[in-house]
């Protein structure tokens, strides 16, 4: 069965750098959108960035300079390397993969604490 491991992340100081790492199995995902989603307490889930199969990326304004998204496809791995932290960058982050032919086949993370000291 399909399954979605993310790792990488921490607590950190304002400035500093993680990456995270989401390893998905049990099917290929070659050809399927993969993204970062994140949701501080309270608040919404919200977009931070994706990746398409030929590579073309999308981030939010947010993040946009101070993070990059990639992947390997020979691996079904996606990361996201993420500089400058903030403190408001502290949320729990998730991973997903979405078929884009059928977008109802999705699948997520269990998420991964990234926490920014402030």
């Known amino acids: 069965q399909v399954q979605l491991v993310e790792s990488g992340g921490g607590l950190v100081h304002p400035g500093g750098s993680l990456r995270l790492s989401c390893a998905a199995s049990?099917?290929?995902?070659?050809?399927?959108?993969m993204g970062w989603y994140r949701q501080a307490p309270g608040k919404q889930r919200d977009l931070v960035a994706t990746?398409?199969?030929?590579?073309?990326?999308g981030y939010a304004d947010s993040v946009k300079g101070r993070f990059t998204i990639s992947r390997d496809n020979a691996e079904n791995t996606v990361y996201l390397r993420m500089n400058s932290l903030k403190p408001e960058d502290t949320a729990v982050y998730y991973c997903?993969?979405?078929?884009?032919?059928?977008?109802?086949?999705?699948?997520w993370g269990q998420g991964t604490q990234v926490t920014v000291l402030s």
């Open positions: 997903n993969v979405r078929n884009i032919q059928l977008p109802t086949d999705e699948y």
């Open positions: 990746i398409t199969s030929s590579g073309s990326t």
């Open positions: 049990g099917s290929r995902f070659s050809t399927y959108v």
